[in-house]
Structures are given as structure tokens and as C-alpha cells.
């Protein structure tokens, strides 16, 4: 969690629950947000993936039928959704070799990999407000992947799907 961007909203906000309605993605390649505070418009970059895991939640595993998980798994399924909307050729095979990778490393590289590159920015914002392991994140991440392959009936299946589901 990133301590030093909750203490900032905080202030104003009062409660993290008030937040997420108010945070605009000025950069995302960057990982830049900003945020209205009573003190005016504040600008802040996200930090690294790589910094951001917490303590978790105590679970000996990232169950998406627990409450909570459930922001975990719907960030990462949001993500994608959100990206295959406005990249129609995307396969649920491309999203497969993502989350692969990604399960492996959620914080590697995303070379020239967009979706890797959205996943890892949605990742960012939510583990700075919440509580999850670098396993816990590994964990939902691979149990994503391994609906992809469960759904992938067709070449768009699964996005097919979480587009049924969340859209």
C-alpha cells in the first residue's frame, strides 16, 4: 500500500470508499493520476508495482468467492474488459500469454505489451489503497488465466464472457 498517497486523500476524503469516484488517469504509461482536494487539484505518481505489495490478507490462498479478494479479481477482469473495448482485435489467446507472464512476475516488463502495460496500472492504483500480497496478486492472476483457457470456446470466448458478466 502506498501509505503516503492514503494519507493525502485521507485528509480530505475521510475514508478510502469516497476515493475511487474522484481519481482521474492523467498518465497511465507514466502512472500518473490527479484528484481534487479541498486544497485543489493534486497530481501524483502511482508507485512501482514492485513496491506496493502488502502484508495480504492472511489467506493460504486468493479465493475469488471471498469478499476479500473480490476487488482484486474484479480489477484485473475490468482491466482487460476495459481494454478489449477499445482494441477489438484482442484474443482471449493474447490475454492467456499476458496473464502467463504476468502470473509469473506481475511487475516484469511489459516490453511493447499494452495489456500488460493496463493490468500493471490498474494493479498499481489498487494495491496502493489496498492490502494484498505479491502472492495474493500471483495467485488471481493465474486463477484469471486459467478461466481464459476454461472459457476460450472461440478466439474471444472468455472476453466474450467477462463482457456478458461486468459489461
Known sequence: MDTTLL????????????????????NGRLGQIEFDLKSG?????????AELYGDGR???????????YQSLFYSIERS???????????????VC??????????????????LCRCLQFDLRLLLSLENY???EV???????????QRHSRCVTGYL???ANLLG
Open 80 to 94: 482487460i474488459l476495459t481494454y478489449y473495448e477499445g482494441e477489438e482485435s484482442l484474443t482471449d489467446g493474447i
Open 7 to 26: 494519507e493525502l486523500m485521507n485528509a480530505d476524503f475521510g475514508t478510502k470508499e469516497n476515493i475511487d469516484q474522484e481519481i482521474r488517469i492523467v
Open 58 to 68: 492472511g489467506f493460504s490462498s486468493a479465493d475469488p468467492t471471498k469478499s476479500e
Open 133 to 135: 500480497s505479491k502472492q
Open 97 to 114: 500469454l499476458t496473464l502467463d507472464r504476468m502470473g509469473v512476475n506481475p511487475a516484469c516488463d511489459p516490453r511493447d505489451d499494452e
Open 138 to 148: 500471483r495467485q488471481a492472476i493465474r486463477t484469471i488465466s486459467k478461466s481464459v
Open 41 to 49: 487539484v493534486t497530481k501524483y505518481t502511482l508507485k512501482p508495482l
Open 160 to 162: 466474450e464472457f467477462i
